[in-house]
């Protein structure tokens, strides 16, 4: 395991850490208390007496991000006679080194959080309310809702998005499809004019490899399955084994086709041979990378994910990076700082255009930089304004639970269960995982 450190106004260095058992932090954040104490708010009365912090940021570690924090550290640390040291972890790492060094105190000031972490860690009872940040900013709804745990704000969202449909138009215009469907049955036609264009066509690219199950969930959401109720798992429910059965038919039909992973699918997409995939946000700088046809980009249009009836509100899963304080430590400081990193409309829109992160203020997405990128605010309003976080992610297991899903998930894709037999099976095994 690696750390690498640097005080944004001193020379850089590069300590080794050593002796840190890996124990399960799943364990530990689980065996904590989920409640205690009310939660130690960031923002104070009168001015603020800025102290030297620590920002904590997989993202630090990459080569692409590293520059531009230090750029974006110093928007803030500028004039304030304060250091910033700048802490990072490689991502496979990232959240047990997390957890552990939150419990023990060893980890203050600001971090980067994953929006999956976000229950685990505020489970431990050691992140600062930044509700009063929230309520006076311009964040999103969607956004906000991603940070929050039992309605408290322990999360600032810096940077938003979402695993929704990409459509290639094209494609579509060549089978006959003009219009964007809106219905699972508009949808379930479009792809059956795709399928008889012949050759090797896909006509939906669903990732159906067990480490893309999450790509399941918005359909299961779809056919009005609640996935987990408090803290009951109810993937058996009547919308889960509909939405099964439906994907399940279209795999018996030819019109989604097994093992096939997220690179498969960017792969078929950009040789012009699949008509809808799911995705992230960000893919549009693959796709251009790899793309067959010099009109790809124009052609992909990011739609709504289709509704079982009109009206029904469309779904699909929230992503994102939060910024979180500590309780340890200078707290109003990284608060205010946490505030400006996810706030500043300047410091969003340089980050929007570097790396392609999208901005979580309504300000920020009303800047012209953003609004007139037509796949990055058609992405927003047809696709993330609607998006939810996964509702595996309140349970501290919820990578086990996505597995147990998988498995089930194939078993009927195969054809060697039935759906209703696939996911009690599922809920069952996933059920014993709840602490």
């Known amino acids: 395991m690696s750390e690498v450190q640097r005080r944004t106004r001193r020379r850089p260095r590069v300590m080794a850490v050593v002796g840190l058992a890996l124990v399960s932090a799943f364990a530990l954040s689980a065996c904590a208390s989920g409640g205690g104490s009310a939660p130690t708010s960031a923002p104070s009365d009168g001015p603020v007496e800025y102290q030297d912090f ?21 928007g803030f640390t500028d004039g304030k006679d304060i250091d910033a040291e700048l802490v990072s ?130 359909w299961l959401q779809t056919f009005g399955s609640k996935v987990v109720d408090g803290d009951e798992i109810v993937v058996n429910d009547k919308g889960a084994v509909k939405a099964l059965e439906w994907i399940a038919s279209l795999v018996d039909e030819g019109l989604v086709s097994l093992n096939v992973g997220r690179p498969e699918a960017r792969t078929l997409y ?44 469309p779904r699909s899963l929230a992503w994102g990076g939060l910024l ?42 009303e800047d012209p930089v953003f609004a007139d990128d037509g796949y990055a605010s058609t992405w927003q309003s047809q696709i993330t304004d609607t998006a939810s976080p996964n509702p595996l992610w309140v349970f501290p297991e919820y990578a086990q639970m996505e597995a147990k899903l998988a498995e089930q998930i194939q078993a009927v894709l195969i054809g060697e269960k039935s759906a209703q037999e696939a996911l009690d099976t599922a809920a069952a095994e996933m059920q014993a995982l709840v602490k």
Do not use: C
């Not at 699949?274 to 893919?283: E, I, K, M, P, T």
């Not at 693959?286 to 052609?299: G, I, M, R, V, W």
């Open 89 to 218: 972890f490689p991502f496979a790492e990232y959240r047990n080194q997390i957890l552990l060094r939150s419990r023990d105190g060893s980890t203050t000031g600001a971090a980067q959080l994953d929006i999956a972490d976000i229950q685990s860690l505020q489970r431990l009872g050691v992140l600062a309310d930044l509700s009063q940040y929230a309520a006076e900013t311009d964040y999103t709804d969607a956004a906000l809702k991603n940070g929050q745990v039992d309605g408290v704000q322990y999360g600032l969202p810096w940077y938003t998005g979402s695993i929704g449909l990409i459509s290639n138009t094209a494609l579509l215009k060549q089978a006959g499809v003009t219009e964007t469907p809106e219905t699972v049955t508009e949808f379930e036609d479009a792809l059956r004019k795709v399928k008889a264009l012949g050759g090797d066509v896909v006509p939906y690219a669903l990732a159906t490899k067990p480490e893309t199950i999450k790509d399941f969930i918005p």
């Open 54 to 74: 620590t920002f904590t940021s997989w993202n630090y570690g990459e080569d692409a991000q590293k520059a531009l924090i230090e750029q974006e550290v110093a």
């Open 270 to 313: 950009s040789q012009g041979k699949a008509a809808f995939f799911d995705d992230a946000n960000q893919v549009r700088g693959t796709l251009k990378a790899q793309a067959a046809s010099p009109t790809l980009l124009d052609d992909t249009l990011p739609i709504a994910r289709p509704v079982v009836k009109a009206g029904d509100e």
């Open 324 to 365: 979180v304080v500590f309780t340890e430590g200078p707290t109003q400081t990284a608060g205010e700082f946490a505030h400006f990193l996810s706030s500043d409309v300047d410091t969003a829109i340089n980050r929007f255009t570097q790396v392609g992160s999208v901005p979580t203020t309504q300000t920020a997405l």
